[in-house]
């Protein structure tokens, strides 16, 4: 069984708790898990300022008006019409576009895409759907073009969540070379609930995202319950 939510609803809860988690009532998880996403995309993006990126499922626009000051221009595809009003409404960049999308039928987009990104959004799709999305991905791609995905993988089967195999075999039937995957975070370390509940100070999470980020890519193929 596949996970459904309602992005909609989704919405309503504000520009980060939208994407990450909307019973962060604080704030303060969702702070940390938006940098920390951000810092491990920071470590693998080699970017040269002229690149043309596809944001897909774009939500609120976080990652795409975060990246959109480092390359020539975004494209944020999203499947929900309340979604890119709090993108729009939230507008931080003048190179970032909106594409509104059925969530079936992926669009003709005018452009040739030198990078993918993708956060907490194959993660919700399973066997044929998600093989079908990666595959219209990879058809966006130039043909050095290279797609970066963060997503939650589980291996536990009482979680609607992809296996770290499922992912792979997504991308190796729409011949994506996957170059290395690893993950990010353990959803059940103990730091993030005292940050959670507002016993870290903010301006220590740059230095402990930075450090979950390195510690965790050392266990890379090793990967039960993790975002990556």
């Not at 693998?44 to 626009?61: A, K, M, N, T, W």
């Not at 944020?76 to 999308?101: I, Q, S, W």
């Amino acid at each position: 069984m596949v996970e459904t939510v309602d992005w909609g609803k989704r919405a309503e809860k504000g520009f980060l708790a939208s994407g990450i988690d909307p019973a962060d009532r604080r704030g303060h998880k969702n702070d940390y898990i938006d940098l920390l996403q951000k810092t491990a995309l920071e470590e693998v993006l080699e970017l040269r300022g002229d690149e043309i990126v596809l944001d897909f499922g774009c939500g609120s626009g976080r990652v795409a008006y975060w990246i959109a000051p480092k390359v020539k221009r975004v494209i944020g595809l999203e499947g929900t019409p309340e979604m890119v009003l709090l993108a729009e409404t939230n507008r931080k960049a003048k190179n970032v576009d909106f594409v509104l999308y059925d969530g079936t039928h992926f669009p003709d987009l005018s452009c040739r895409i030198d990078l993918i990104l993708s956060v907490g959004v194959l993660q919700y799709m399973r066997g044929p759907t998600l093989k079908k999305t990666v595959s219209e991905l990879a058809r966006y791609l130039r043909k050095d073009g290279r797609g970066c995905f963060i997503e939650q993988v589980s291996d536990n089967p009482n979680l609607e969540r992809p296996r770290a195999e499922e992912y792979l075999q997504a991308f190796e039937e729409s011949k994506m070379n996957c170059l290395r995957y690893y993950p990010i975070r353990n959803g059940r370390w103990w730091m993030l609930y005292l940050i959670r509940y507002g016993w870290v100070r903010q301006k220590w999470f740059s230095k402990i995202a930075l450090w979950e980020v390195k510690r965790n890519r050392r266990k890379k193929n090793k990967i039960s319950d993790h975002d990556s």
